[in-house]
């Protein structure tokens, strides 16, 4: 059976605009198609995502397409810059519309997220990557999904400067090796799961 995956690209910038954290996001699912992962990527911030911590907040909430992206899909990978050693805005909008799956159950009872994996990639031209993978792993275990062995990838430019990632024109072998590691683990996790899934309540 092919594993898919969905990135969330929670750039602040809206399409067309260039985005570091999509190039990092298109990275890891090309890392994930090494191991037969098909994916897929969403900028968040071209939808019209509304406040809220239901599935459906009404009166033109585009969140509900985006969630049926997510329940179809094996593997997610949230991709949010550093804003201010944060999230940016649009990654927390997400966890706080990902809240509602608490209360959200499958056909055999689990919740609707367990059985998928998630992975995190950050980018920022200032530090913050570790808070930020541990605030989203924290909020994404907490909804049901499993979080591979270093299931993060990112790179921090060097403090104070205006490199962006997508200005790199050096090889970045660390940021390279991180992200093979989490698209390989994360495909493992993501077959071992689909095979044997969490027993039922």
Not at 33 to 55: F, K, N, Q, S, W
Not at 68 to 79: N, R, S, T, Y
Not at 113 to 129: C, L, P, Q, S, Y
């Amino acid at each position: 059976m092919a594993l898919t995956a969905l990135a969330l690209n929670c750039t602040l910038k809206p399409s067309p605009e260039t985005s570091s954290t999509e190039k990092l996001a298109r990275e890891v699912l090309a890392a994930l198609a090494d191991h037969g992962v098909e994916g897929e990527l969403e900028r968040v911030v071209d939808h019209d995502i509304r406040p809220g911590v239901e599935t459906d907040m009404g009166d033109g909430d585009a969140w509900p397409a985006l969630r049926e992206k997510v329940l179809a899909a094996d593997i997610l990978v949230f991709a949010t810059p550093t804003w201010m050693g944060q999230t940016a805005s649009v990654g927390q909008r997400v966890l706080e519309r990902l809240d509602a799956e608490l209360a959200e159950t499958d056909a055999a009872g689990r919740p609707t997220m367990f059985g998928k994996v998630a992975i995190v990639a950050v980018v920022g031209n200032e530090d913050g990557a570790h808070h930020i993978c541990a605030d989203v792993f924290q909020a994404l275990g907490d909804v049901g999904f499993t979080i591979p062995a270093q299931g993060c990838t990112y790179w921090n430019g060097e403090a104070m400067h205006g490199t962006d990632y997508v200005d790199l024109q050096t090889p970045r072998e660390s940021t390279d090796a991180a992200t093979a590691t989490a698209a390989a683990n994360a495909a493992h996790l993501a077959g071992v799961l689909a095979a044997s899934p969490y027993p039922a309540p």
